[in-house]
C-alpha cells in the first residue's frame, strides 16, 4: 500500500521537474526564434512600416511598447532600431508619444522575491526611459509591480517588497525626467 505524503511528494518533484524542463526547452525555442529573426533586418523594417501605417487611418499619434524593441538588447541594435523606427514614424506621419511595457514584459519587475532580480528590472526600466527619450515619447508608463503568491500572503514581505518598489520607481522616475521625459 502506498504512503500517501510519498505520493504526493514524488508527484510534486516529478511536476517541478516537467515544468522546468517545459521552461528550460521554451527558453531555448524563444532564444533560436529571437537568433533567426535579428538579421532579418529588411523585415524589421516592413514590419515597422506596417505598424506605423495607422497615420493612413487617420491615426497619429501612437504608443510604442516594448515588444517590438527590448531596451535589453544590445546597444548596437537598440540605436539602430530606434532609427528604423523614427524614420517610418517620420514617413507615415505618426508621433510616438508614449511608451508601455508589453505582453513579454507582465512579470514581477519591481517586485520580485529575489532583490537581484528587482535590481534588474530597475537597470531595464532606466533604459527603457532611454530609449523611450530617444523614440521621441513624452512618457513612459507598465504596472507597478507583480506579488508572488507567497509574498503577497506575508504582510511583513508584501509591505518590504512594495517600499522597495516605490523607492524603484522614483529612482526611474529621477532618471526618467533626466531624459526629458515628464
Do not use: C
Not at 53 to 63: A, K, M, N, P, R
Not at 64 to 77: G, K, R, V, Y
Not at 78 to 106: L, P
Amino acid at each position: 500500500r502506498a504512503n500517501p505524503r510519498i505520493a504526493a511528494a514524488y508527484g510534486l518533484h516529478w511536476y517541478r521537474q516537467t515544468l522546468g524542463g517545459f521552461l528550460v526547452i521554451g527558453s531555448v525555442a524563444y532564444l533560436l526564434l529571437l537568433l533567426v529573426q535579428l538579421p532579418a533586418r529588411r523585415e524589421a523594417d516592413r514590419i515597422y512600416d506596417r505598424v506605423l501605417q495607422v497615420g493612413e487611418l487617420g491615426l497619429h499619434y501612437v504608443q510604442f511598447t516594448a515588444d517590438m524593441l527590448n531596451p535589453a538588447l544590445p546597444d548596437e541594435i537598440v540605436s539602430n532600431q530606434i532609427a528604423k523606427v523614427k524614420d517610418s514614424a517620420r514617413r507615415h506621419g505618426v508621433r510616438i508619444e508614449h511608451t508601455f511595457t508589453g505582453a513579454f514584459t507582465r512579470v514581477n519587475h519591481l517586485a520580485h522575491p529575489d532583490p537581484s532580480i528587482r535590481d534588474y528590472w530597475v537597470s531595464w526600466f532606466l533604459r527603457f526611459a532611454d530609449m523611450s527619450a530617444k523614440l521621441g515619447a513624452t512618457s513612459m508608463g507598465s504596472h507597478f509591480a507583480i506579488y508572488s503568491t507567497r509574498d503577497l500572503n506575508d504582510a511583513r514581505r508584501r509591505e518590504a517588497i512594495f517600499k522597495e518598489a516605490v523607492a524603484g520607481w522614483h529612482k526611474i522616475a529621477e532618471h526618467a525626467k533626466k531624459t526629458g521625459l515628464q
